[in-house]
Protein backbone atom coordinates (compact mmCIF):
# COMPACT_ATOMS: atom_id res chain seq x y z
CA UNK A 1 0.00 0.00 0.00
CA UNK A 2 2.57 2.16 1.00
CA UNK A 3 4.04 1.50 -2.68
CA UNK A 4 1.02 3.05 -4.44
CA UNK A 5 0.96 5.89 -2.04
CA UNK A 6 4.06 7.33 -3.56
CA UNK A 7 3.62 6.22 -7.06
CA UNK A 8 0.37 8.66 -6.92
CA UNK A 9 1.86 11.29 -5.26
CA UNK A 10 5.17 11.16 -8.33
CA UNK A 11 2.01 11.32 -10.90
CA UNK A 12 -0.04 13.91 -9.69
CA UNK A 13 0.38 17.14 -11.86
CA UNK A 14 1.64 20.53 -10.35
CA UNK A 15 3.06 18.31 -7.42
CA UNK A 16 6.69 18.96 -6.29
CA UNK A 17 8.55 17.39 -3.64
CA UNK A 18 10.03 19.69 -0.93
CA UNK A 19 13.37 18.46 -1.56
CA UNK A 20 13.57 19.97 -5.41
CA UNK A 21 12.87 23.29 -4.18
CA UNK A 22 15.76 26.14 -4.64
CA UNK A 23 17.00 27.58 -1.62
CA UNK A 24 19.78 30.00 -1.16
CA UNK A 25 22.97 28.69 0.11
CA UNK A 26 24.02 28.75 4.17
CA UNK A 27 26.29 31.47 5.03
CA UNK A 28 29.89 30.08 5.90
CA UNK A 29 31.29 30.52 8.81
CA UNK A 30 34.10 32.73 8.82
CA UNK A 31 37.84 31.06 9.74
CA UNK A 32 38.59 31.61 13.58
CA UNK A 33 41.14 35.13 13.37
CA UNK A 34 44.79 34.54 15.86
CA UNK A 35 44.36 36.29 18.97
CA UNK A 36 46.93 39.72 18.47
CA UNK A 37 49.83 38.89 21.22
CA UNK A 38 52.05 41.22 22.52
CA UNK A 39 54.51 39.45 20.63
CA UNK A 40 52.90 40.45 16.88
CA UNK A 41 52.78 44.08 18.44
CA UNK A 42 55.93 44.46 18.91
CA UNK A 43 56.80 42.60 15.67
CA UNK A 44 54.81 44.95 13.79
CA UNK A 45 56.63 48.02 15.51
CA UNK A 46 59.88 47.00 14.45
CA UNK A 47 58.73 46.02 10.87
CA UNK A 48 60.34 47.86 8.31
CA UNK A 49 57.95 50.69 6.87
CA UNK A 50 59.80 51.88 3.79
CA UNK A 51 58.56 50.14 0.55
CA UNK A 52 60.18 52.03 -2.49
CA UNK A 53 63.84 51.81 -3.14
CA UNK A 54 66.80 54.27 -2.00
CA UNK A 55 67.06 54.87 -5.72
CA UNK A 56 63.55 55.49 -6.58
CA UNK A 57 63.06 57.80 -3.82
CA UNK A 58 66.48 60.15 -4.39
CA UNK A 59 65.11 60.23 -7.96
CA UNK A 60 61.44 61.30 -7.43
CA UNK A 61 62.85 63.70 -4.91
CA UNK A 62 65.33 65.41 -7.13
CA UNK A 63 62.77 65.48 -9.84
CA UNK A 64 60.45 67.15 -7.64
CA UNK A 65 62.64 69.85 -6.85
CA UNK A 66 64.04 70.04 -10.55
CA UNK A 67 67.76 70.49 -9.44
CA UNK A 68 67.01 73.80 -7.10
CA UNK A 69 67.18 71.26 -3.85
CA UNK A 70 66.66 73.34 -0.34
CA UNK A 71 68.27 74.54 2.54
CA UNK A 72 66.74 72.73 5.67
CA UNK A 73 67.34 73.60 9.11
CA UNK A 74 67.01 70.64 11.80
CA UNK A 75 66.09 71.21 15.46
CA UNK A 76 67.07 68.48 17.32
CA UNK A 77 64.73 67.90 20.24
CA UNK A 78 64.11 71.55 20.20
CA UNK A 79 60.10 72.85 20.18
CA UNK A 80 59.32 74.91 17.53
CA UNK A 81 56.46 76.76 19.34
CA UNK A 82 54.23 79.81 18.85
CA UNK A 83 56.27 82.07 21.27
CA UNK A 84 57.72 84.65 19.39
CA UNK A 85 59.68 86.65 22.01
CA UNK A 86 62.59 85.76 24.52
CA UNK A 87 60.68 88.32 26.53
CA UNK A 88 57.13 86.81 28.76
CA UNK A 89 55.03 89.00 30.74
CA UNK A 90 53.04 88.10 34.10
CA UNK A 91 52.31 91.62 35.45
CA UNK A 92 50.94 94.37 33.96
CA UNK A 93 49.61 98.50 34.82
CA UNK A 94 48.20 100.63 33.03
CA UNK A 95 47.92 104.97 34.74
CA UNK A 96 45.21 106.88 32.79
CA UNK A 97 44.71 110.78 33.27
CA UNK A 98 42.89 113.32 32.11
CA UNK A 99 42.97 117.27 32.37
CA UNK A 100 41.46 120.31 30.41
CA UNK A 101 42.09 124.37 30.35
CA UNK A 102 39.87 126.60 30.04
CA UNK A 103 40.77 130.66 29.75
CA UNK A 104 39.75 133.90 28.35
CA UNK A 105 42.74 136.35 26.90
CA UNK A 106 42.28 139.65 25.18
CA UNK A 107 41.93 138.56 21.90
CA UNK A 108 39.60 135.63 21.92
CA UNK A 109 38.46 132.56 23.97
CA UNK A 110 40.84 129.63 24.58
CA UNK A 111 39.74 126.09 25.09
CA UNK A 112 42.88 123.91 25.86
CA UNK A 113 42.49 119.99 26.15
CA UNK A 114 44.76 117.13 26.51
CA UNK A 115 44.59 113.46 28.32
CA UNK A 116 47.85 111.32 28.57
CA UNK A 117 48.03 108.04 29.43
CA UNK A 118 51.23 105.64 30.68
CA UNK A 119 51.55 101.63 30.63
CA UNK A 120 54.06 99.75 32.55
CA UNK A 121 54.26 95.85 31.91
CA UNK A 122 56.56 93.77 33.68
CA UNK A 123 58.97 91.55 31.79
CA UNK A 124 61.52 89.00 32.14
CA UNK A 125 63.61 86.80 29.64
CA UNK A 126 63.14 82.92 29.54
CA UNK A 127 66.28 80.98 30.12
CA UNK A 128 67.39 78.86 26.60
CA UNK A 129 71.09 78.73 27.31
CA UNK A 130 70.50 75.62 27.67
CA UNK A 131 68.76 73.31 25.59
CA UNK A 132 67.24 70.15 25.19
CA UNK A 133 70.02 66.66 24.58
CA UNK A 134 70.47 66.11 21.40
CA UNK A 135 70.01 62.57 19.89
CA UNK A 136 73.48 60.23 19.58
CA UNK A 137 75.65 61.86 17.24
CA UNK A 138 75.79 58.95 15.13
CA UNK A 139 72.14 59.40 14.32
CA UNK A 140 72.47 63.20 13.23
CA UNK A 141 75.45 61.68 10.89
CA UNK A 142 73.22 59.42 9.45
CA UNK A 143 70.44 61.32 8.95
CA UNK A 144 72.73 64.40 7.56
CA UNK A 145 74.95 62.43 5.37
CA UNK A 146 71.79 60.64 3.42
CA UNK A 147 69.97 64.37 3.49
CA UNK A 148 73.19 65.75 1.99
CA UNK A 149 73.44 62.71 -0.86
CA UNK A 150 69.95 63.57 -2.09
CA UNK A 151 71.31 67.07 -2.69
CA UNK A 152 69.96 68.97 0.56
CA UNK A 153 72.35 71.76 2.21
CA UNK A 154 71.84 70.61 5.72
CA UNK A 155 72.53 74.35 7.68
CA UNK A 156 73.66 74.30 11.53
CA UNK A 157 70.82 76.73 13.52
CA UNK A 158 73.37 77.95 15.79
CA UNK A 159 76.03 79.06 12.99
CA UNK A 160 73.32 80.84 10.76
CA UNK A 161 71.86 82.89 14.24
CA UNK A 162 75.47 83.59 15.08
CA UNK A 163 76.20 84.81 11.43
CA UNK A 164 72.72 86.42 11.08
CA UNK A 165 73.76 88.38 14.81
CA UNK A 166 77.29 89.33 13.06
CA UNK A 167 75.52 91.20 9.92
CA UNK A 168 73.01 93.03 12.26
CA UNK A 169 76.73 94.20 14.29
CA UNK A 170 78.01 97.72 13.79
CA UNK A 171 81.42 97.12 14.98
CA UNK A 172 81.28 98.96 18.42
CA UNK A 173 79.60 96.01 20.15
CA UNK A 174 77.20 98.14 22.00
CA UNK A 175 74.19 96.62 21.46
CA UNK A 176 72.12 95.06 24.00
CA UNK A 177 71.72 91.39 23.92
CA UNK A 178 69.71 90.53 21.13
CA UNK A 179 66.05 88.93 21.15
CA UNK A 180 66.99 84.90 20.64
CA UNK A 181 63.97 83.41 19.37
CA UNK A 182 63.14 86.53 16.75
CA UNK A 183 67.06 86.24 15.64
CA UNK A 184 66.64 82.83 15.33
CA UNK A 185 63.77 82.97 13.17
CA UNK A 186 65.24 85.97 11.21
CA UNK A 187 68.31 83.49 10.64
CA UNK A 188 65.70 80.96 9.37
CA UNK A 189 64.31 83.01 7.15
CA UNK A 190 67.59 84.39 5.79
CA UNK A 191 69.79 80.76 5.71
CA UNK A 192 66.99 78.03 5.18
CA UNK A 193 64.09 77.05 3.40
CA UNK A 194 62.69 74.38 5.33
CA UNK A 195 62.87 73.44 8.78
CA UNK A 196 63.24 69.95 9.86
CA UNK A 197 62.02 69.44 13.59
CA UNK A 198 63.34 66.15 14.63
CA UNK A 199 62.21 64.32 18.14
CA UNK A 200 62.48 61.30 19.74
CA UNK A 201 59.74 60.26 21.72
CA UNK A 202 60.66 56.46 22.86
CA UNK A 203 63.55 54.19 22.37
CA UNK A 204 62.09 53.15 18.90
CA UNK A 205 59.83 55.76 17.68
CA UNK A 206 60.39 59.12 16.05
CA UNK A 207 58.92 61.84 14.97
CA UNK A 208 59.72 64.20 12.21
CA UNK A 209 58.21 67.32 10.91
CA UNK A 210 58.99 69.51 8.16
CA UNK A 211 58.18 73.04 7.27
CA UNK A 212 58.79 75.66 5.07
CA UNK A 213 59.88 78.97 6.86
CA UNK A 214 58.73 81.04 4.65
CA UNK A 215 54.80 80.01 4.08
CA UNK A 216 54.77 78.14 6.91
CA UNK A 217 53.35 75.40 5.35
CA UNK A 218 53.83 71.82 6.42
CA UNK A 219 55.50 69.66 3.85
CA UNK A 220 56.14 66.41 5.65
CA UNK A 221 55.10 64.52 8.50
CA UNK A 222 55.53 61.19 9.76
CA UNK A 223 56.28 58.91 12.64
CA UNK A 224 58.68 55.72 12.57
CA UNK A 225 60.81 53.12 14.06
CA UNK A 226 63.70 54.29 11.74
CA UNK A 227 64.02 50.21 10.99
CA UNK A 228 65.44 49.75 7.70
CA UNK A 229 64.21 47.20 5.45
CA UNK A 230 66.73 43.99 5.17
CA UNK A 231 68.84 43.97 2.96
CA UNK A 232 69.60 40.32 3.21
CA UNK A 233 67.21 37.82 4.75
CA UNK A 234 69.81 35.07 4.77
CA UNK A 235 71.40 36.51 7.82
CA UNK A 236 68.43 36.03 10.14
CA UNK A 237 69.73 32.25 10.27
CA UNK A 238 72.92 31.19 11.52
CA UNK A 239 74.75 27.49 11.70
CA UNK A 240 75.19 26.44 15.50
CA UNK A 241 76.13 22.70 16.62
CA UNK A 242 72.11 22.27 17.21
CA UNK A 243 71.02 23.49 13.97
CA UNK A 244 70.31 27.02 12.27
CA UNK A 245 68.96 29.70 14.68
CA UNK A 246 66.93 32.75 13.93
CA UNK A 247 69.35 35.57 14.55
CA UNK A 248 67.82 39.24 15.47
CA UNK A 249 68.79 41.74 13.00
CA UNK A 250 70.63 44.94 14.59
CA UNK A 251 70.61 48.19 13.29
CA UNK A 252 73.21 50.65 13.85
CA UNK A 253 72.35 54.44 14.46
CA UNK A 254 74.23 55.34 11.74
CA UNK A 255 71.56 52.86 9.89
CA UNK A 256 68.62 54.35 11.12
CA UNK A 257 69.51 58.03 10.78
CA UNK A 258 69.91 57.47 7.36
CA UNK A 259 66.74 55.25 7.04
CA UNK A 260 64.38 58.14 8.35
CA UNK A 261 65.60 60.65 6.28
CA UNK A 262 65.11 58.77 3.48
CA UNK A 263 61.79 58.38 4.58
CA UNK A 264 61.44 62.38 4.92
CA UNK A 265 62.89 62.53 1.43
CA UNK A 266 59.78 60.51 0.63
CA UNK A 267 57.45 62.03 1.95
CA UNK A 268 58.44 65.77 0.96
CA UNK A 269 58.67 64.61 -2.42
CA UNK A 270 54.89 63.29 -2.75
Not at 115 to 126: L, P
Not at 170 to 195: I, N, V, Y
Not at 201 to 225: K, P, Q, W, Y
Amino acid sequence: MKHLAIVFCALVPGFSLAASQSHEAAPMMAPAQKPLTDSDLQNERSAPQRLESEEAILDRFRAAFDGNTPRVAVFWNRAFDDQVSDWRSSTRGVVSARGSLKGNVPDGNVDLQGQSQIAAQGEYRSNRTTGPASPAFELQSGLVSQLTEAGVTVVDRNAIMRITDNALETGDFSRLSPDQRRLEMRALGEHADMLLVFRRIADDRFEIEVLDVHSGSIRAMLSSNGVPPEKNKARRWKATDHGFQKVEHTFTLDEIGGELALQTLASVAR
